[in-house]
């Protein structure tokens, strides 16, 4: 069972792996990313943050994808995370039970523009939050478990 699909550009790190997978009683995280694939050593460092007793997968958007849609995943409390809009959205769009995604961390880059204290957006963002919005996807902005929700298609403008 999915417990959350979260967006974090740093991946795996101290709040993610400690904070959220604790709240979420997560026996599973999976980091579905393309490019931490081809870096050994960002690889090593997820597998160092992975909290004990929590089982840590790491496969591109496609094979991620495939093991959702296999069922494979269905066994665990599974938290997903990706480094971008541009990944949760072709989670989603790919597999019908991710039905909320939370907006944690997108850094600042050139073309973005700044919707909440840790989120910078690109308009093809925007029309990608819009595309899950319209399929009754959930979207909130949250740092940590305990902060208060905020629905991120209202900061979009």
């Known amino acids: 069972m999915i417990k959350l699909l979260r967006v974090d550009h740093r991946l795996l790190h101290g709040q993610v792996?400690?904070?959220?997978t604790a709240a979420l009683q997560a026996d599973c995280i999976l980091i579905a990313n393309d490019d931490i694939i081809n870096d050994e050593?960002?690889?090593?460092?997820?597998?160092?943050?992975?909290?004990?007793?929590?089982?840590?997968?790491?496969?591109?958007?496609?094979?991620?994808i495939k093991a959702l849609q296999s069922g494979a995943t269905e066994k665990y409390n599974?938290?997903?995370?990706?480094a971008s809009i541009n990944d949760a959205h072709a989670l989603a769009m790919e597999?019908?039970?991710?039905?909320?995604?939370?907006?944690?961390?997108?850094?600042?880059?050139?073309?973005?523009?700044?919707?909440s204290k840790?989120?910078?957006?690109?308009?093809?963002?925007?029309?990608?939050?819009?595309e899950l919005d319209n399929k009754?996807?959930?979207?909130?902005?949250?740092?940590?478990?305990?902060?208060?929700?905020?629905?991120?298609i209202a900061l979009l403008g």
């Open 95 to 115: 597999y019908e039970k991710i039905v909320s995604i939370n907006l944690g961390g997108i850094k600042s880059a050139p073309g973005t523009r700044q919707i």
């Open 118 to 130: 840790a989120i910078f957006i690109t308009d093809h963002d925007v029309t990608q939050l819009k």
């Open 78 to 82: 599974l938290f997903i995370v990706v």
């Open 17 to 20: 792996a400690f904070a959220w």
């Open 136 to 152: 009754g996807v959930e979207l909130e902005i949250r740092q940590v478990p305990n902060d208060t929700r905020l629905k991120a």
């Open 41 to 64: 050593l960002k690889m090593t460092a997820m597998r160092l943050a992975r909290p004990n007793n929590v089982k840590l997968v790491i496969k591109n958007i496609a094979d991620s």
